[in-house]
């Protein structure tokens, strides 16, 4: 995988410092979800830098506070000079956020075709929230993996897909303007409960007994007949006497569908999820207003698996991608790349600043930092030059790995960006960064090369964090497991004679 929080949890790391880098890979994943390598590499690059500090007899406090005021005015230089407004930019600038994060995952080749169709889903399932802030919520987009074809296969499809089929071949395929009933009980022939016991004296009477408890589901489906639902979604299963009668009432059914989807259906339709038809009163009643209602309701088929389609809820949209890939592990890193660039598209939509990418912001604020430092008469001064030199792991590691010469590279870029912050008349050139397929130093900004600035706000935060938590820590003490005994039981002992005595 490519995924730097994915591979950092699949570790087993014992050491404590190691522990911290991998919680905040974690933490970053979580707030942002993306950029979970940079933090980390960002970290360490830190601990490193601090780790020289302290051996030339600098104390960690000073080194602590250095990084911390570093770190304040790197966050402000961001938010002053480097963000881009979402507006300047349109639908195309949201495009590229997302073929940003995907230039570097399994599916950077085809990331123009992707990255429209993350965009879509996204602006799907956008939303406003009680505050009045539109949020778009990447848990409404779903994702459903189908082995077998090319990534180019993939599709969107504007509705939420269920990975089931309907219960019966005799159903309805396709239902138009469905009303759905959302139901987390069984529909089975009712069982008496386990220890009820029933004396029958009279054999005809246990017959009746059978009956009423056949009865007894059939009355539950026309209850729910009756409300008006041509489409019931179940968590449970439907035994074949009750498919019976939805198949004569012309509705579709669908069993055993996870309670995940069934709470996101029931919110996007509409629907209210019914635990049991009892009221307060104990009469079973199933109410019209329960039904959550959609454009329609198709059963498609994709590679060898049949889906359900719910297309065009009510409430709230839907949206749901399918991916098609060789294998397993290949959909599972489509999967997590597209989370990534979903992540990130949803952060600058809500966030509405983008920041140059392809360590433009890092040469920018490395450069801003030795300016910076040299204003300050105390200790702080070295920790802050520090700070400046360690933010330059990002381009140089950005240039490594594309097999490019990174010290000609870096040097290029921070010239460029120190004519920038000094000669007003080059103050374009702050959104230079690298171009790693042609070896160059580009205008980023306009080759569209961009990222989040909540992102990159974020790395910096949480990597002097760590590094900080990190440097406060004086010695570290282990207590090795105790020894295993070495074998020697009681039989043992008994058979050798050291018990006799």
Not at 54 to 80: C, D, M, W
Not at 204 to 213: F, G, T, V, Y
Not at 431 to 448: C, E, Q, T
Request: proline share 2%; net charge negative.
């Amino acid at each position: 995988t490519n995924d730097g929080a994915t591979i950092l949890k699949l570790l087993d790391v014992e050491h404590p410092a190691g522990k911290m880098l991998v919680e905040l890979a974690d933490l970053q994943d979580q707030e942002v979800g993306d950029g979970t390598t940079s933090v980390v590499i960002i970290a360490s690059e830190l601990l490193r830098v601090a780790d020289e500090l302290v051996k030339n007899k600098i104390h960690p406090t000073s080194v602590i506070s250095g990084f911390r005021l570093a770190q304040k005015e790197a966050v402000k230089y961001i938010k002053e000079h480097l963000t881009i407004a979402l507006d300047d930019l349109g639908r195309d600038g949201i495009a590229n956020v997302a073929k940003t994060s995907m230039s570097s995952k399994i599916i950077g080749s085809d990331s123009e075709f992707f990255s429209s169709m993350v965009v879509d889903s996204l602006m799907a399932v956008k939303k406003t929230n009680s505050k009045g802030e539109t949020v778009y919520p990447v848990k409404a987009v779903h994702i459903l993996k189908a082995h077998g074809g090319s990534a180019k296969e993939s599709r969107l499809i504007n509705g939420y897909a269920l990975n089931c089929t309907v219960a019966s071949q005799q159903m309805p395929k396709r239902v138009l303007g469905a009303k759905i009933a959302c139901l987390d009980f069984n529909l089975m022939k009712t069982k008496m409960k386990m220890g009820v016991q029933v004396l029958v004296s009279d054999p005809e009477k246990l017959d009746a007994i059978r009956k009423r408890e056949l009865d007894i589901t059939k009355e539950r489906i026309d209850k729910i007949l009756k409300a008006g639902a041509n489409v019931i979604l179940t968590t449970q299963g439907i035994d074949d006497l009750c498919l019976k009668y939805f198949v004569e009432a012309g509705a579709m059914a669908v069993r055993r569908v996870a309670k995940e989807d069934m709470m996101r259906i029931a919110k996007a339709t509409g629907a209210t999820m019914a635990l049991t038809l009892s009221n307060m009163e104990g009469e079973e009643v199933f109410d019209a207003s329960m039904l959550g209602s959609a454009e329609e309701v198709l059963q498609e088929r994709v590679c060898d698996d049949e889906l359900i389609v719910i297309s065009k809820p009510k409430i709230k949209g839907a949206a749901s991608i399918i991916l098609r890939g060789a294998n397993d592990f290949m959909l599972d890193e489509m999967e997590r790349s597209l989370h990534d660039a979903l992540c990130v598209v949803k952060r600058v939509l809500e966030s509405k600043a983008l920041v140059p990418g392809g360590g433009a912001v890092e040469a920018a604020l490395s450069i801003f930092l030795e300016t910076f430092a040299m204003t300050l008469g105390s200790r702080e001064q070295l920790a802050i030059a520090e700070f400046a030199n360690a933010l330059l792991v990002i381009p140089k590691t950005l240039s490594v790995n594309a097999a490019q010469d990174a010290t000609d590279l870096v040097a290029k870029l921070r010239s460029y960006h120190n004519a920038a912050q000094t000669q007003p008349d080059k103050a374009a050139m702050k959104w230079y960064g690298l171009d790693l397929v042609n070896g160059v130093i580009r205008d980023n900004k306009a080759a569209g090369v961009v990222e989040p600035a909540m992102s990159k706000i974020k790395q910096i935060k949480f990597a002097t964090e760590a590094a900080i938590t990190i440097l406060r820590i004086d010695d570290y003490i282990k207590i090795d497991a105790a020894p295993k005994g070495d074998g020697h039981s009681y039989h043992d002992a008994l058979a050798s004679g050291e018990l006799d005595g």
